[in-house]
């Protein structure tokens, strides 16, 4: 079974930037695809980013160019970092990872952009 967590989530002002991290409690698999996704209150959750265990990534058009994920398979942990960050960025966001038929997600951080 395995366990995510995410953590880094804070209050930020516009502009400014965050790093979250997502550790697993076991190794994953390389044919894992990671993703980040978020939900903003009242909207679905939607996908943010992905990385596949050979390093190929995509965005959401609205934080391509903004966001960037990263994963460290050494240190199980994916990462998404978040530069000129926008209000409407306010989410929590969630770890994902999945292959086949297997999901699973970590709890959630919240992020809130602010001034």
């Known amino acids: 079974q395995v366990q995510l967590g995410e953590s880094g989530g804070d209050l930020v002002q516009p502009g400014g930037s965050l790093r979250l991290p997502c ?3 076991v190794r994953i698999p390389s044919v894992y695809v990671m993703c980040w996704y978020r939900q903003a209150p009242g ?10 265990g050979g390093g190929t990534t995509n965005y959401a058009d609205s934080v391509k160019g903004r966001f960037t994920i ?3 398979n050494d240190k199980n942990t994916v990462y998404l970092q978040m530069n000129s960050l926008k209000p409407e960025d306010t989410a ?8 086949a038929f297997f999901q699973y997600w970590g709890q959630g951080t919240q992020v809130t952009v602010s001034s």
Not at 92 to 99: E, G, L
Request: proline share 0%; aromatic share 12%.
């Open 23 to 25: 550790a697993a409690s």
């Open 92 to 99: 929590v966001y969630y770890c994902n990872a999945h292959w």
């Open 43 to 52: 909207k679905q959750r939607e996908l943010a980013a992905t990385i596949t």
């Open 70 to 72: 990263s994963r460290d």
